[in-house]
């Protein structure tokens, strides 16, 4: 295993791929607003992390699991679906802006705070390399 090849590592940077194309998603909904017909999608990633997060010592899914299977390696998959719980209105557009204007705020915080989880691990690395 190298320095960079963690579990963790490796969901963080899966993370950072998904709330990438997620902000796409949303970003081409929001100009898609006017197209006629034009329907929006969701991207769902975050329920599939916790599934993936199943402990072998225990039969439920856990929010703060200790224990990863490490049989196989863990992924993270990304569901991209059509959005349904919104109006159309009369040109069959279904683009609610408010959502996605919140939708994009989420995921820009998301993107941020991974960010943030992996400067912060560089970082360590980077001082303990210093150190030696």
């Known amino acids: 295993?190298?320095?960079?090849?963690?579990?963790v590592m490796n969901l963080a940077e899966q993370g950072l791929d998904a709330t990438w194309y997620k902000q796409r998603v949303i970003s081409h909904n929001i100009?898609?607003?006017?197209?006629?017909?034009?329907?929006?999608k969701t991207v769902e990633f975050g329920l599939l992390?916790?599934?993936k997060c199943?402990?072998?010592?225990?039969?439920?899914?856990?929010?703060?699991?200790?224990h990863t299977n490490t049989d196989k390696p863990l992924k993270l998959s990304v569901v991209t679906t059509y959005e349904t719980d919104t109006n159309q209105?009369?040109?069959?557009?279904?683009v609610d802006m408010e959502k996605e204007q919140l939708a994009l705020a989420d995921a820009q915080y998301q993107?941020?705070?991974l960010?943030?989880?992996?400067?912060?691990?560089y970082s360590m690395i980077r001082t303990a390399i210093s150190k030696g």
């Open 89 to 94: 209105i009369l040109d069959g557009n279904n």
């Open 31 to 40: 100009a898609n607003s006017d197209t006629p017909d034009f329907k929006a």
């Open 1 to 7: 295993m190298g320095l960079f090849d963690s579990a």
């Open 111 to 113: 993107y941020s705070a």
């Open 115 to 121: 960010m943030d989880y992996l400067n912060s691990r």
């Open 49 to 51: 992390l916790e599934e």
């Open 54 to 66: 199943k402990c072998k010592y225990h039969q439920e899914i856990e929010h703060e699991c200790h």
